[in-house]
């Protein structure tokens, strides 16, 4: 009964209801665009009407002849008339769709874990402990998640991801990790997380900037590619937004370090970093207008034995705070607590309270080697005092390369017979072209000196 009274009410339309249309919108003052968004229709459908492509709704046709009974309205009257009007007519299933959907969206005001029931993870005690009690309540996020190799870092990562956006605190998110684990990230964010990240290359910035429009919001793309000089300066152009997350993966690998001379020696990839970190006083060609509002790194190694490396990763967490590697000593353990969590893998354990891996055991285990006058302890004896004769001769030139040396063949040694044969055998041949090059006059004295320095 219903179709038939809506087909009766089609069929009632009259013949020239295109060119009515077309008067009605000209004697309000509207243009089409105008006249769509108050009859709640796209532009194109008034276009088709007005063209007698298509006929209007009998919603619609009520809607203009209720609007054409009045005159001409006032200009308030008329902004008010642009509001498009309430349309009961549309499927109940869809509309029971979008009221779950906005229901859902405010999820996390009544339930604080809400991204843990919307994504397909059990998280972890440590897991949970990261992203709800440090990470959640640091706002800016400045944060470094060191945990040992195996903890989840990039489930905590997405977890944390998922959360902000539940809570509608992000949008823009940019993940920075190495080339070799982008598959895995996309894979991760999508499958348990349902976040769609889009992965770029260097080709996407040849032709376009792919920082910029719908499909930007949520990126993943490689150290390298980032810093390279096809894409980084494609961050500087007007048109992109600033990305509200950047999470750096394997950030141990943003390195910079300090040499004897005091000098400063930073990679690319940590010039990336600072000027996505907004540090001030970077190079002009790595310097951005923007600066991302919260930082994550990740790295399972934060200290690698050097303590200048390891307070630059700081530095980016606070730049102003940390300006020196004195102001870091002085830093407090409190205030580093803000910045930083690593637990170690003994620390992990199961809900049930089970340890999550097998305890470690590290023993030092010795063994006799065999004597004689060919034997493993003549092979070891000789080959020791060799390394301290080169090491002693060496190391007036080049100390820390004399004891890089010494270390290697000491490994070598402790591999395989082999393995240190084929290692005396290319330093014989490497001594013998020199040698020979001398010989021939090509190569003086200071020269070799020279080599031996670098």
């Not at 970190?277 to 790295?299: I, K, Q």
Request: a neutral charge; one cysteine or more.
């Amino acid at each position: 009964m219903q179709r038939m009274a809506r087909d009766t009410t089609i069929s009632s339309l009259p013949s020239d209801f295109s060119a009515r249309i077309r008067q009605f919108r000209a004697r309000l003052g509207f243009t089409q665009v105008e006249l769509a968004a108050h009859l709640g229709v796209s532009y194109a459908t008034v276009n088709r009407w007005e063209n007698g492509q298509t006929k209007p709704s009998p919603l619609s046709w009520q809607q203009i002849l209720r609007m054409g009974e009045g005159d001409s309205p006032d200009p308030v009257e008329k902004a008010t008339m642009k509001r498009p009007l309430l349309d009961f007519t549309a499927s109940p299933d869809v509309v029971r769709v979008l009221v779950e959907g906005e229901r859902l969206s405010f999820g996390h005001t009544f339930n604080p874990a809400f991204a843990t029931e919307i994504s397909q993870i059990d998280a972890l005690p440590h897991q949970r402990i990261a992203v709800y009690e440090h990470m959640l309540k640091r706002f800016p996020l400045r944060f470094m998640l060191a945990d040992d190799a195996g903890a989840g870092k990039t489930i905590m990562a997405g977890l944390y991801v998922r959360e902000m956006i539940a809570r509608r605190l992000i949008k823009r998110v940019l993940i920075v990790p190495p080339a070799g684990l982008i598959g895995n990230w996309y894979s991760e964010l999508l499958t348990l997380f349902s976040l769609p990240f889009r992965i770029i290359s260097g080709a996407d910035a040849k032709t376009t900037n792919p920082f910029i429009g719908d499909d930007s919001d949520c990126l993943i793309v490689s150290v390298d590619t980032l810093a390279g000089k096809a894409m980084f300066p494609r961050l500087k152009e007007s048109g992109v937004i600033p990305y509200d997350l950047v999470i750096f993966d394997e950030a141990h690998k943003l390195s910079a370090d300090r040499g004897n001379d005091l000098r400063v020696r930073k990679t690319d990839r940590y010039k990336l970093a600072e000027a996505l970190a907004g540090v001030e006083g970077v190079d002009e060609a790595w310097s951005l207008p923007w600066a991302a509002h919260h930082l994550l790194l990740l790295t399972a190694t934060p200290h690698q034995g050097k303590d200048y490396p390891y307070y630059a990763l700081w530095r980016l967490l606070e730049p102003e705070v940390l300006s020196t590697l004195e102001a870091f000593e002085e830093y407090p353990p409190e205030r580093r607590e803000v910045h930083f969590i690593r637990r170690t893998k003994e620390e992990m354990v199961h809900i049930s309270g089970k340890p999550l891996y097998p305890t470690r055991v590290s023993d030092t285990l010795g063994y006799d080697l065999t004597q004689g006058p060919t034997s493993e302890q003549t092979l070891y004896d000789e080959t020791t005092d060799y390394m301290r004769h080169v090491f002693n001769r060496a190391k007036m030139l080049n100390r820390s390369a004399a004891r890089l040396a010494m270390s290697v063949l000491q490994r070598r040694l402790a591999s395989s017979t082999y393995a240190l044969l084929r290692s005396f055998e290319r330093r014989i041949d490497k001594l013998s072209g020199l040698i020979r090059q001398v010989q021939e006059g090509k190569l003086t004295e200071e020269q070799i000196i020279i080599l031996q320095r670098r």
